[in-house]
């Protein structure tokens, strides 16, 4: 009698772990993991009455056209999903996001244009990610950042145009990626990608397939062999315009600094002011070629070539102004850190203040010059004005507005 009643107590014990839908089979493995087999049976959704501790669940070749928050909350413990060749096309926030020890996930052979990346962030133990023969048409640069044991990824034969730069950073197990037949626009935003490629240890499956679409210059030339003179990071050179004998004065005293840029395709060139009271970034030029100002920060005046002008100057005005060089292969930029003295020379008041200052002379630096960024640091530039005579055309004296600098070095000449 007691050999019975625990046999039946077993069997109490493990009838709910071996729950099992009649449109599966399921069966424990040697190491003690729980498959359940539903491959192939024309399923149009995940299955319900799965067991809580399947580690294993093959949904592979049915008609699944729909994940949604709750499909796999019977599962928790599941490591490996399979989920190929089905009729995929909506997932919705949160299908996976629960599932923290699942190590292989495949959703390859679907019709996934839009997908839930963030869900990824939980997933810390992923191992293998196949999401190849898709519709994905772009991956936010930071989709993969959390899976630090993900050793294979598969985005091939997708509609992949393009890929942000740093894609791939911060996978550290990577040692398989595919990416081949995706219609790539070999412009410079994906210029990264061939340095990427030349450096990574990472085995690129076909490398040879990974092949531009667009533009046409390069149609059917690989990713791999954009040239290098196509694309060229900026460099950007920032001077103090003091000789102003034939520049256009505003009313009062006004700073002008200009911003010479260079890099392929050419940069756009912006700018951020921060003063003790505000900060204020442009972004291009704000004074049309008739001399009307197209946006609001109208004391600021940028133009195309990029010079800046800023009339009246005053204590208000005193901050640091960077301009900033951008293109598709990457960004520099360069700062100054602008204050007004009164009149008179300030520079022997500071040299004696600060022993440490030396007199730049004129130093500038040219384009091509290649300087460490870690280099890079900020030149205090005094501004003053004193008033001076000059005659004009009647022969009479008129007050002039004359500007002058005293550049203290901080680090380095004004260009990077």
């Not at 962030?121 to 993900?150: C, E, T, V, W």
């Not at 990824?153 to 550290?172: I, V």
């Not at 384009?367 to 005579?389: A, C, F, N, T, W």
Request: with cysteine.
């Amino acid at each position: 009698m007691r050999p019975l009643l625990c046999c039946l107590g077993l069997a109490v014990l493990l009838g709910p772990c071996l729950a099992c839908p009649s449109t599966c089979s399921c069966s424990t493995k040697k190491n003690g993991r729980l498959l359940a087999e539903c491959a192939y049976k024309d399923l149009q959704e995940v299955p319900k009455g799965l067991s809580s501790n399947v580690t294993i669940l093959t949904l592979s070749a049915n008609r699944i056209g729909w994940l949604g928050q709750g499909s796999f909350a019977e599962v928790p413990e599941v490591q490996s999903l399979w989920l190929g060749y089905n009729q995929i096309g909506v997932v919705e926030p949160g299908a996976f996001a629960l599932l923290v020890h699942l190590k292989n996930l495949d959703l390859s052979h679907n019709k996934i244009a839009d997908f839930p990346w963030q869900d990824l962030h939980n997933l810390s133990s992923l191992q293998i990610l196949k999401m190849n023969n898709n519709r994905l048409a772009g991956l936010p640069r930071d989709a993969f950042h959390s899976l630090k044991d993900l050793r294979s990824l598969w985005l091939n034969d997708n509609e992949l145009t393009t890929l942000a730069e740093g894609t791939f950073d911060n996978l550290p197990s990577l040692s398989q990626l595919q990416i081949f037949n995706n219609p790539f626009n070999c412009s410079c935003k994906v210029f990264w990608l061939k340095k990427w490629t030349e450096n990574t240890s990472v085995s690129i499956a076909k490398g040879g397939s990974t092949l531009c679409v667009a533009p046409s210059r390069l149609k059917g030339r690989a990713v791999t062999d954009i040239p290098n003179h196509h694309c060229i990071a900026p460099s950007v050179q920032l001077t103090y315009l003091s000789n102003l004998d034939n520049t256009v004065m505003y009313n009062g005293l006004t700073l002008t600094l200009h911003c010479s840029v260079a890099g392929s395709p050419p940069p756009e060139i912006r700018w951020k002011i921060q003063t003790s009271s505000r900060h204020i970034e442009i972004n291009g030029p704000n004074v049309a070629r008739d001399g009307n100002v197209k946006q609001s920060q109208e004391h600021f005046l940028v133009f195309k070539n990029g010079t800046m002008a800023i009339p009246n100057f005053s204590k208000e005005d005193e901050g640091i102004y960077t301009c900033l060089a951008v293109n598709d292969v990457g960004k520099r930029d360069v700062s100054v850190n602008v204050a007004l003295a009164g009149s008179g020379n300030p520079a022997e008041d500071l040299l004696r203040d600060d022993p440490q200052a030396s007199h730049l002379g004129g130093r500038s630096c040219y384009k091509g010059d290649e300087m460490d960024p870690s280099g890079v640091g900020e030149k205090l530039v005094i501004v003053y004005h004193m008033p001076m005579e000059s005659k004009n055309r009647a022969g009479g004296a008129v007050p002039q507005v004359h500007l002058g600098t005293f550049l203290l070095a901080l680090g380095i000449v004004l260009c990077c």
